[in-house]
């Protein structure tokens, strides 16, 4: 597939969205005194783009914090927070 005009294909494009989208939701959700709900279906997919696309290259150069250890029974939000570097 073609990139777009920066080069980079729609699909990676969407991908990289839908992890700023459920990762930024809950920072306002969470600066507010509000709760993001998600199902565990769409959570695990966000965390399995976003541990494809969150190298360690790009948590230096974009300011993703390191990962936090987390429980493996965790619920795949806490999980992919704790992936990019929040404390849920």
Known sequence: ????????PATDAASILS????V???????ATGQKVVVSDEVAT???GIAEQIVTP???A???FDSAIPI???ASPLDRLLAFTGRAS
């Open 1 to 8: 597939m073609q990139g777009g005009p920066l080069g980079l």
């Open 19 to 22: 992890v700023e989208c459920l």
């Open 24 to 30: 930024h939701a809950w920072d306002f959700a969470t």
């Open 45 to 47: 997919y966000v965390l």
């Open 57 to 59: 290259e790009l948590r």
């Open 61 to 63: 150069s974009a300011g």
């Open 71 to 73: 429980s493996d029974d």
